[in-house]
């Protein structure tokens, strides 16, 4: 008999709301006001009627006097919109990261990595009171939501110190960050007694700009102009264009955002259900499309499928900086009398943000920049057959770590990580040695579990992978988890860690793990409402260590390895190792 | 399938922490109190909070507030402030890492003490003793040498820190020369210098004397002679000892510089069958200065030479008699090995007179005492009666007038005469067979007349040992025959030294012969001590400086 | 399996070169050396120093002093090549004496734990992989634990008791639950004792009704788990003992030679 079907609740647009205390009379009131009064609720679809975006998808904030809004470096998933009071935008130079809640980047001094030879002696999790000392600069409250603020104490100070810009009612920001996933770029925070903002979340602000030209085209406005041009500059397709050709495929790039859900939490509550299948992700390309452009993927992570059987084989996925849809063109483009269709499907896994480059530009502009060897050769005639034939695509990822590994990483959205840890089960003698350095590295603490789901002879330790779309990042209201630099290791500070769980709860992956710390005799500390203190804790990657990663560092058989796997180069490599 | 095996399954709220020495012994069950055992491995539980007194402004006495972290418990603390509901202690397990750390200082701690008990204790000599000593340095005899010194045979008799405990002996160590941080000193050593060891053998052992004249440094005892390979005698020297030096060109050429050499005196010898020199005798084409003449090649083949008394052909051993060990010959004696066939019979008809042996004087006072001699005779041989033998005497004298002429003629012609043929004369018994000669003294000796006329012959002289510096065994080549080595049936010249070249001895002693080649099968490299050698130096029967001349003992 | 290709044949590339060296060296200095001994003794306890740091370099994972994995192909190789300086050092002679004989053995006990161990902990990860399931193991005792719990509710427990699982079990099962087991049959890959129990299970069987039958299913699916937890218990423990030969004994050859030293200069010909 076949097991039963898991039958989940099919996850709706706004199972979740984003604010549950949003009222009517809060809606009706953003209606009233710019840029709602302006919009027209019949040009949005039935689904997604304006007022119920405004309903779920926004929430009123409220920020007092040196109130800190967005910071720096955060991962924000909304954009604000100004109703009431003002706010101001730090300029160069920005706010030391003290204030911001980060800890000092830089390795231990010497002094510091000897004392670490004494680090068996300490209890676990164990600080001084030294050590927790927060910042005097900021300090934290809640508000009458229960809500964390971090506020800034010498407000003064700061205006002195650093060139500020103000922001009143009507003014938005942080939709480019919202939108592309890329950190905020200023730290932002309230300047009169009172500020209202109106937080957008981005799936709010997706479909507002779906719908209503103006908002779509000043964002758009806005993106290219800060967002995109240097982006594109670096791109390896776009080298060879000249100035104008580039600001002019920067005129016609069409940039888009999808995912239907907030993937971390859906996700996890999917995946223990088992129902996390590819038919059931958002779809960017369909396999036999007119190709309409070449897909670039900004941010977030795509899955190349084709079909098979009734089902779809995943051959690959692709994240950021991969492109998708070149063969095709090129093969158009070269050979119009013998069009191809698109050969894969595309579609988005979790949360994926792409910039799609017209055919018509490619056409025009790109294709013809390119010298000859760079060209993609012509595709030879789709083979009706249900196998990928050996050398038919060299890139295809099931040829070089094989279908299970692939569906393996895929299912549990392991690609993610740029520093996943894989113990090779062939050659690990289980002799703890990984997680006796990490602990001699973290004061006595070990910061992974040596365990993990594994295929084969692969296993991915239960660790911190450091993702390229770290999720975690996103609502931590200190700003105690941050990148060390961009693009770099995900570090969370113990010093202004409130242990309020949104990181812990967020990561799909149950990397990050609450510890109740002690003092030095090994004691539990309570805070003042006589509860233990806790904290947020997981792997750093030995950022403040000299030599990496100690995990990597310590195993005597080569078995554990950080690993990125973004793409597959790594991987390939260590699977054929 | 993995319903069957282990599963991933961990708990998502902790960490596991083998860095911990010690696991709470709940753990077992799968309830591991959160605290955890300590360092020393004690358990820490005693409750499960640690209550806190809270006072609140405006209070005086305040309230205890239970501080557990999953929330607080509906009783809440005692009122003296305990907590009412106690963890009962668990006995914490050591890890497998901590038990292999206990395991570790253990064996290092008995190491220690087994260590410190063989060095400190009366069996410390045989603890540390590398190897059995030899015979002759173990045992009674050795003991009482030592009698003064350490009454047991213990390391002390050689070794001076034998007799310290184990801080006297790091300090000689530390002391020793070179001492063990002189990596240079142990790299540029000379083997076989001179070490404070070899003090010790030398107190017993004295007179170390060199081994030649021109040995440019005295070579060390212990270089040699090493101890401690096991009971019995003291291990040999090997031919790597030897070749040190005579294997090394500088050290002969040095040596050569300090007495000259003798010719073939300082070349290089490593191996005897590839290098070892040739023999002097052959190399320098020596002859024997032996005076008396002898035709080795006649007597062994000839065939008008008579046959022995026993009747067999002569050969070698009629004349060369080996001595009482086998070793040598002992020397040739006209009386043992000539006159059985050279009788000196003067007179052929009368066989059985024969001049004496030795002294010419004695020959002259025979002669010219003849009718006296034959007298005797006749009354050795019967005659009683005076006028007998007077008138026996008489007749032999006028027959034997008739025959040689006057007395002195005769007695010229018996000293002088080198006649190859004479007068048959009879051999023993034998009569009409091969007759030995002797046609005058001449015949075999060297005979010289002085001023007037007077017969004086060279003592002749019979080399012993032809090869000085080896010593040669012919007890333990008995199985070969004569002629293998020495060609004496080529020989027809007294001056022939009929002695093998090292080729024939290498036919044998050498890797494809099979049969040992190492230096001391020959050579001693104590010379000095051999009281042979030093006492012909001092006789100046040995030219130190010519090197060394064949041997005579004998004579 | 490339990269470990490479690393074996640079390391056995070199592990000839130095061994040739040092042969050749000893041929031709053996003899004219007179010091010979104390240069190959030096050279033996310098190796063997470098060796031994490499537990120094575990304790330190938090300096910069390279991988431990190069480490640990330094001293394998290292290792292979300290036995040919053992040999020459000893010019090929079986020592005599207490004291040399001890440090001989020790010598040899501590290298052969070591190529043991070497081998012990590439042929085992294979086997643990191969079998499949992963567990930490520390939380093997807890897991037993559990499983035992399970098959006491299943066999003693329960609506319906029955009286023949409960005797069975307390008469064939409570014992292989009770702590590890069959620790040799894992080690050496014999199934013996697990079809030893299936086969009793199996024929049980025939006793009991259909609801029985069903809670026996369950309770041979726990005893399939626990010969797992087993056999992973036995492995990696082996993985783990092996060291407790190596380790102590090194220290113990460590002070014997360091004595060996200071004899051997103490008793020399140049002692004074």
Same mark, same amino acid.
């Given at each position: 008999m076949p097991p039963t079907p898991p039958i989940?609740?099919?996850?709706?647009?706004?199972?979740? %709301?984003?604010?549950?205390?949003?009222t009517d009379a809060d809606v009706d009131r953003l209606l009233a006001i710019a840029p709602f009064s302006r919009m /027209?609720?019949?040009?949005?679809p039935k689904r997604t009627p304006l007022r119920e975006i405004l309903r779920h998808d926004t929430s009123i904030r409220r920020y007092r006097k040196?109130?800190?809004?967005?910071?720096?470096?955060d991962y924000g998933t909304s954009a604000f919109l100004i109703l009431n009071g003002a706010t101001r935008v730090v300029l160069k130079?920005?706010?030391p990261l003290s204030l911001l809640g980060r800890q000092a980047p830089g390795k231990k001094g010497i002094f510091r990595t000897l004392a670490? @030879?004494? /680090?068996?002696?300490?209890?676990?999790?164990s600080f001084s009171r030294a050590r927790l000392?927060?910042?005097?600069g900021v300090g934290a409250r809640e508000n009458e939501n229960n809500e964390v603020r971090v506020f800034l104490q010498d407000l003064p100070r700061v205006l002195d110190k650093h060139r500020t810009e103000e922001m009143t009612a009507g003014d938005v920001f942080g939709e480019i960050a919202a939108l /592309?996933?890329?950190?905020?770029?200023s730290t932002i925070f309230g300047s009169s007694d009172t500020a209202e903002l109106l937080e957008i979340r981005w799936q709010g602000l997706r479909d507002l700009m779906r719908s209503d030209d103006q908002l779509r085209q000043h964002i758009n406005r806005v993106y290219r102009e800060r967002a995109l041009a240097s982006y594109l500059r670096a791109t390896p397709l776009f080298r060879h264009l000249t100035k104008e050709q580039l600001a002019q495929v920067a005129e016609q790039i069409e940039f888009a955002t999808y995912g239907d859900?907030?993937?971390s939490g859906e996700y996890k509550r999917l995946a223990q259900a088992g129902?996390?299948?590819?038919?059931k992700e958002p779809v960017i390309v369909q396999e036999g499309?007119?190709?309409?452009g070449v897909v670039l993927v900004r941010a977030g992570f795509a899955r190349v499928s084709r079909k098979f059987g009734s089902g779809e084989r995943t051959l690959n996925y692709i994240g950021a900086g991969q492109f998708f849809g070149l063969n095709e063109i090129a093969h158009n483009f070269q050979k119009p009398q013998q069009p191809v269709d698109s050969q894969y499907t595309l579609r988005a896994i979790g949360y994926t943000h792409l910039l799609i480059v017209p055919t018509r530009v490619m056409e025009q502009s790109v294709l013809p920049s390119l010298p000859r060897n760079e060209l993609p050769p012509p595709i030879s005639p789709a083979k009706e057959t249900f196998e990928v034939l050996p050398? %038919?695509?060299?890139?295809s990822a099931r040829e070089r770590i094989g279908a299970e590994t692939l569906e393996f990483l895929t299912t549990n959205r392991?690609?993610?990580?740029?520093?996943t840890m894989v113990i090779d089960l062939d050659r690990c003698?289980?002799?703890d040695d990984c997680v006796r350095a990490c602990a001699s590295t973290h004061d006595n603490n070990?910061?992974?579990?040596?365990?993990g789901p594994s295929s084969g002879r692969m296993m991915i330790a239960? %660790?911190?992978? $450091?993702?390229?779309?770290?999720?975690?990042?996103?609502?931590c209201p200190t700003g105690?988890? $941050?990148?060390? /630099?961009?693009?770099?290791q995900v570090v969370i500070n113990p010093v202004t860690c409130?242990?309020?769980k949104a990181c812990a709860n967020n990561c799909p992956y149950d990397a990050i793990r609450m510890v109740d710390i002690r003092d030095e005799r090994g004691e539990f500390m309570l805070g003042e409402d006589l509860k233990p203190i806790s904290k947020a804790t997981k792997?750093? @990657?030995?950022?403040?260590?000299?030599?990496?990663p100690a995990c990597q560092r310590a195993c005597p058989h080569g078995a554990l390895e950080r690993m990125?796997?973004?793409?597959?180069d790594a991987l390939t490599d260590w699977m054929n190792r | 399938m993995s319903e069957q095996l282990p599963a991933p399954?961990?708990?998502?709220?902790s960490y596991e922490r083998p860095n911990q020495k010690w696991i709470c012994g709940h753990a077992a069950e799968g309830k591991p109190c959160r605290l955890g055992p300590d360092q020393g491995g004690?358990?820490?539980?005693?409750?499960?909070c640690a209550p806190v007194l809270e006072i609140k402004p405006?209070?005086?006495?305040g309230r205890w507030r239970c501080t557990r972290p999953g929330g607080a418990c509906e009783?809440?603390?005692?009122?003296?402030?305990?907590?009412?509901r106690p963890i009962s202690k668990c006995s914490p397990v050591a890890t497998l890492r901590t038990r292999r750390g206990q395991l570790t200082r253990g064996v290092v701690a008995a190491t220690a003490a087994v260590l410190l008990i063989m060095l400190g204790g009366p069996w410390r000599g045989k603890f540390i003793n590398p190897g059995k000593l030899s015979t002759p340095h173990s045992g009674e005899a050795f003991a009482k040498f030592h009698a003064g010194r350490?009454? #047991?045979?213990?390391?002390g008799a050689c070794h001076?820190?034998?007799? &310290?405990?184990p801080s006297g002996m790091i300090f000689a160590a530390l002391h020793? +020369?070179?001492?063990?941080?002189a990596i240079k000193e142990l790299i540029e050593a000379k083997a076989g210098e001179m070490t404070a060891l070899d003090e010790s053998c030398q107190k017993?052992?004295?007179?170390? &004397? &060199?081994?030649?004249?021109?040995?440019?440094r005295n070579i060390s005892c212990s270089f040699c002679h090493q101890e401690h390979?096991?009971?019995?005698?003291?291990a040999a020297p090997t031919d790597g000892h030897c070749t040190l030096c005579h294997g090394n060109a500088e050290t002969m050429l040095a040596s050569s510089k300090i007495v000259a050499a003798?010719?073939?005196?300082s070349g290089i010898a490593r191996n005897f069958a590839a #290098?070892?020199?040739?023999f002097r005798v052959q190399s320098e084409k020596r002859?024997?200065?032996?005076?008396l003449k002898f035709n080795h090649v006649l007597h062994l083949s000839g065939e008008t030479i008579p046959k022995p008394p026993n009747g067999e052909k002569l050969d070698c051993r009629f004349c060369h008699q080996p001595d009482a060990a086998g070793r040598y010959f002992r020397s040739i004696k006209f009386e043992n090995h000539?006159?059985?066939?050279?009788?000196?019979?003067?007179?052929p008809e009368t066989p059985d007179l024969s001049l004496p042996h030795g002294n010419p004087d004695f020959v002259s006072a025979f002669l010219h005492s003849l009718p006296r001699q034959y007298a005797d005779f006749a009354a050795r041989s019967g005659m009683a009666r005076p006028a007998e033998q007077n008138q026996f005497a008489q007749e032999k004298l006028q027959r034997l007038q008739a025959r040689v002429g006057t007395g002195e003629d005769f007695e010229k012609r018996v000293f002088f005469s080198t006649a190859t043929s004479g007068p048959e004369t009879q051999v023993g018994t034998v009569r009409g067979a091969m007759h030995a000669l002797?046609?005058?003294?001449?015949y075999c000796h060297e005979v010289k007349a002085d001023d007037g006329g007077k017969a004086h012959i060279t003592k002749p002289l019979m080399m012993d040992?032809?090869?000085?510096?080896a010593e040669f065994n012919h007890a333990k080549h008995?199985?070969? +025959?004569?002629?293998?080595?020495?060609?004496?049936?080529?020989?027809?010249?007294?001056? #022939?030294?009929?002695l093998p070249a090292k080729q024939t001895c290498a036919a044998c002693h050498s890797p494809r012969g099979g049969v040992a080649d190492s230096c001391a099968t020959c050579h001693i490299y104590h010379t000095g001590r051999t009281g042979r050698f030093a006492r012909l130096k001092a006789n100046g029967q040995v030219d130190a400086a010519a090197g060394v001349e064949p041997v005579v003992i004998g004579h | 399996m490339k990269r470990f290709h490479r690393q074996f044949l640079l390391g056995s590339f070199l592990l000839l070169l130095a061994s040739t060296g040092a042969v050749m060296a000893h041929r031709r200095w053996s003899r004219a050396l007179p010091d010979y001994g104390y240069l190959t003794g030096w050279v033996l306890l310098g190796a063997i120093i470098l060796l031994a740091v490499y537990n120094a370099r575990k304790k330190l994972p938090?300096?910069?002093?390279? *991988?431990s994995e190069s480490w640990l192909q330094i001293h394998i190789y290292a290792g292979f090549f300290t036995v040919v300086l053992f040999l020459i050092h000893l010019n090929f002679r079986v020592p005599t004496g207490w004291f040399e004989g001890t440090l001989a053995w020790l010598y040899l006990l501590v290298t052969g734990s070591g190529v043991a161990g070497l081998i012990l902990s590439r042929v085992l990860p294979r086997r643990l992989a191969t079998r499949g399931g992963e567990v930490i193991y520390e939380r093997i005792p807890a897991l037993r634990h559990s499983l035992r719990q399970e098959a006491e509710a299943l066999a003693l427990g329960g609506?319906?008791? *029955?009286p023949a699982i409960a005797e069975f079990y307390a008469r064939q099962l409570s014992g292989f639950l009770a702590g590890p087991g069959n620790f040799w049959p894992h080690l050496l890959e014999s199934r013996r004792p697990l079809n030893a129990i299936m086969t009793e299970l199996e024929e049980f069987?025939?006793?009991?009704?259909e609801s029985e039958r069903a809670t026996l299913e369950k309770l041979r699916d726990i005893v399939r788990r626990k010969d797992g937890l087993d056999y992973h218990h036995a492995l990696q423990r082996t993985l783990k003992l092996w060291l407790f030969v190596h380790l102590p004994l090194t220290y113990s050859l460590m002070m014997f030679s360091l004595l060996h030293v200071v004899l051997v200069f103490a008793f020399s010909a140049g002692t004074r």
């Open positions: 989940v609740e099919r996850p709706q647009r706004w199972d979740a %709301a984003f604010d549950p205390a949003m /027209s609720p019949d040009n949005f040196g109130e800190i809004i967005v910071r720096q470096g130079p920005d706010l670490q @030879l004494w /680090s068996p002696l300490r209890p676990p999790e000392r927060q910042d005097r /592309s996933r890329m950190p905020r770029t859900y907030d993937w129902s996390v299948r590819p038919e499309d007119y190709p309409n050398g %038919a695509d060299p890139d392991f690609f993610n990580g740029t520093a003698t289980r002799c070990p910061r992974f579990l040596r365990h239960n %660790a911190c992978m $450091h993702c390229a779309d770290p999720v975690c990042m996103i609502g105690a988890i $941050h990148r060390e /630099s961009f693009a770099g409130i242990g309020c792997c750093d @990657l030995c950022v403040e260590n000299h030599g990496g990125n796997l973004n793409d597959l | 399954d961990f708990d998502s709220q004690h358990c820490r539980a005693s409750s499960e405006g209070e005086t006495k009783t809440g603390p005692l009122p003296d402030g305990k907590c009412g350490n009454g #047991d045979q213990s390391c001076t820190a034998g007799a &310290l405990g020793s +020369s070179p001492g063990p941080f017993c052992h004295t007179s170390h &004397l &060199l081994h030649q004249a021109n040995v440019a390979r096991g009971a019995g005698p003291i003798s010719p073939g005196g #290098d070892h020199p040739e002859r024997d200065p032996d005076t000539c006159q059985a066939c050279h009788s000196l019979q003067f007179d002797y046609p005058g003294c001449a040992r032809w090869l000085a510096h008995s199985g070969l +025959s004569c002629s293998q080595c020495h060609q004496a049936e080529k020989s027809q010249m007294t001056s #022939d030294i009929i | 938090f300096l910069p002093l390279g *991988s609506e319906m008791k *029955s069987r025939r006793y009991l009704n």
